[in-house]
T-cell receptor, first 114, second 118 residues
Framework: AQSVAQPEDQVNVAEGNPLTVKCTYSVSGNPYLFWYVQYPNRGLQFLLKYITGDNLVKGSYGFEAEFNKSQTSFHLKKPSALVSDSALYFCAVRDPGSARQLTFGSGTQLTVLP | NAGVTQTPKFQVLKTGQSMTLQCAQDMNHEYMSWYRQDPGMGLRLIHYSVGAGITDQGEVPNGYNVSRSTTEDFPLRLLSAAPSQTSVYFC?????????????????FGEGSWLTVV
């Protein structure tokens, strides 16, 4: 069975500082990994994904994530945080051999302080 | 391009009532699914469909029913609402049910339906 862990419920960072939102995963095969962002009272918006190839994936709004197979991690990063980045972030994993699509982590609330 | 459209956005039900959450997508996606979002638990899969006429259960299917008579529509039915079904419900869709190649099958979400059962 596939699973995702987001060890931090809340991450606070000052505007202009780098941010990291952590994610680790467990899947039987080679994973497909995703990051989604959710703003208050809205649906989930796709940020980026890792399927294969370069371990550093660049996505929307200046976000990037690094796939680390040995550590089974897929941490989300941004070099310089904006107040508008404050939102709920979800990591998700998919086993390509499964029809069940995504398994989500519990989410990390990111707050960027002005 | 409307994407994934869910209705209603807000609904209050009494215990024991039934209702249907509607979901439609205009992207000709094969795969559709329903998730519920509860605080501290992320999104959990309720039911999914890999194509018209085919549905299957996810992690938390009890108390819900689905059908997929067309590619575009995937309604979720609450048979007899219970307070434990108070949640935010998201419909999602993607091109294909399986990984295959580099397409990655990005999943697109609707805006959500806030359901309260009293």
């Amino acid at each position: 069975a596939q699973s995702v862990a987001q060890p931090e419920d809340q991450v606070n960072v000052a505007e202009g500082n780098p941010l990291t939102v952590k994610c680790t995963y467990s899947v039987s095969g080679n994973p497909y990994l995703f990051w989604y962002v959710q703003y208050p009272n809205r649906g989930l918006q796709f940020l980026l994904k890792y399927i294969t190839g370069d371990n550093l994936v660049k996505g929307s709004y200046g976000f990037e994530a690094e796939f680390n197979k040995s550590q089974t991690s897929f941490h989300l990063k941004k070099p310089s945080a904006l107040v508008s980045d404050s939102a709920l972030y979800f990591c998700a994993v998919r086993d390509p051999g499964s029809a069940r699509q995504l398994t989500f982590g519990s989410g990390t609330q990111l707050t960027v302080l002005p | 391009n409307a994407g994934v459209t869910q209705t209603p956005k807000f609904q209050v039900l009494k215990t024991g009532q039934s209702m249907t959450l509607q979901c439609a997508q205009d992207m000709n996606h094969e795969y559709m699914s329903w998730y519920r979002q509860d605080p501290g638990m992320g999104l959990r899969l309720i039911h999914y469909s890999v194509g018209a006429g085919i549905t299957d259960q996810g992690e938390v299917p009890n108390g819900y029913n689905v059908s997929r008579s067309t590619t575009e529509d995937f309604p979720l039915r609450l048979l007899s609402a219970a307070p434990s079904q108070t949640s935010v419900y998201f419909c999602a869709s993607s091109y294909s049910s399986r990984g295959g190649g580099s397409s990655g099958n990005t999943i697109y979400f609707g805006e959500g339906s806030w359901l309260t059962v009293v």
